[in-house]
């Protein structure tokens, strides 16, 4: 049944991640990946917020967690995207891009990832409070 779970939140992260690709692209004609940072930034802060929410706080039913986290964020961010427009960056002598590519994503991604944790500290305690009154 966990496969199920799995399959179905990853069919829309997949889906959600198509569809914002396309639509930076068709928007954004620019050398720097804008639409897979994007992705796996509000990936990063998606991941942590939602797992500290659901997994330390509330008791959410386990296959509804790997639904959303393993399946839709698992599908939703993408690190061999992410490596591979890298090395397209480094083999079309954009190394400056590249590294700053590199850098911004794991820089940024850390920073997002700490906030998704802070912020699911705080919902958490705004929800137990409202509980507890």
């Not at 796996?40 to 330390?56: A, D, K, Q, R, V």
């Amino acid at each position: 049944m966990e496969y199920i779970y799995i399959g179905v939140g990853g069919f829309f992260g997949a889906i959600l991640r198509y569809l914002i690709s396309t639509y930076y692209q068709s928007i954004l004609h620019t050398v720097f990946p804008i639409e897979t940072f994007f992705i796996n930034i509000f990936g990063s802060f998606l991941l942590s917020y939602i797992s500290n929410l659901t997994l330390e706080e509330f008791n959410i039913n386990f296959n509804i967690r790997l639904a959303i986290t393993t399946g839709f964020i698992g599908a939703f961010t993408t690190f061999s995207t992410f490596t591979k427009e890298t090395m397209d960056l480094l083999r079309n002598g954009r190394i400056a891009v590249a590294v700053t590519y590199v850098l911004l994503s794991i820089l940024i991604g850390f920073i997002m990832s700490f906030m998704g944790f802070e912020l699911g500290d705080k919902t958490a305690k705004i929800i137990k409070g409202r509980e507890e009154n």
